[in-house]
Structures are given as C-alpha cells and as structure tokens.
C-alpha cells in the first residue's frame, strides 16, 4: 500500500516562499510513470487541482492560478516530491494535499483528483499579514 507523507506547511506573510515535501512510500512493482500531484482545499471549497508530475518524464502540470509562481519538482532517490510555492497570496490558503495515481493516466487526466488513488492527509498553509 502506498502511502504520502506531507510536510512543509505553515504561516507565512503574502509574498513569502514556503516549500511543501511529499514522502512516497510502500510502492513496488514495475517502475511506470506514474503520476504525483498536489490538490488543495480552502474553507468552504471544494478541492482543487494545483500542480503535478509525472515520475519519469517529469512533464509538470500547472493550474492557471500558480503558473508562474508554483513549481512542482521529484528527487527521485528519496521518492519525494516537492512543491515549491513563492510569491505567496491570502487566496493560496488552503490544506494542500499530495496524491498519487496507481499507474501512468493520459495528460488530460492529471488536473482530475479522481484519477489520483493514493492520498495523504494534507498540510495546512495559512498566508496572512
């Protein structure tokens, strides 16, 4: 069973950096491309798509919302990912959520957090002055 690990989270000012890690642990079996992402979810908002990565390719997928200012990364030897966030905004606020898909998806599928099989349990992310 694979299981996610998150850790980063915290308060921080707008405009200020904060990096997110997700520690992957308990996959086996064929090395495919699978896919890692990072979801998030604001009071009062249903959960929405921010970054992922394929794990061989390392093609990355971006919500419009944090193109620019999000990167999504993998060091492939410790099976982390990380997200690093700068330039951050009140409206980022949210409990982040790292995901995993069982298996490589097509493109398109990425954004969707119901391709994603494995969850962790979130990080909370609080930006405010």
């Known amino acids: 069973q694979v299981q996610l690990v998150e850790s980063g989270g915290g308060s921080v000012q707008p405009g200020d950096p904060l990096r997110l890690s997700c520690t992957s642990s308990?996959?086996?079996?064929?090395?495919?491309?699978?896919?890692m992402g990072w979801f998030r979810q604001a009071p009062e908002k249903e959960r929405e798509f921010v970054a992922a990565i394929r794990w061989n390719t390392v093609s990355t997928y971006y919500s419009d919302s944090v193109k620019g200012r999000f990167a999504i990364s993998r060091d492939k030897a410790k099976n982390i990912v990380y997200l690093q966030m700068n330039s951050l905004k009140p409206e980022d606020t949210a409990v982040y959520f790292c995901a995993a898909t069982a298996r490589r998806i097509i493109s398109s599928r990425h954004y969707d957090a119901d391709a994603y099989t494995y969850w962790g349990q979130g990080t909370l992310v609080t930006v405010s002055s």
């Open positions: 308990g996959r086996t079996g064929a090395d495919f491309d699978y896919a």
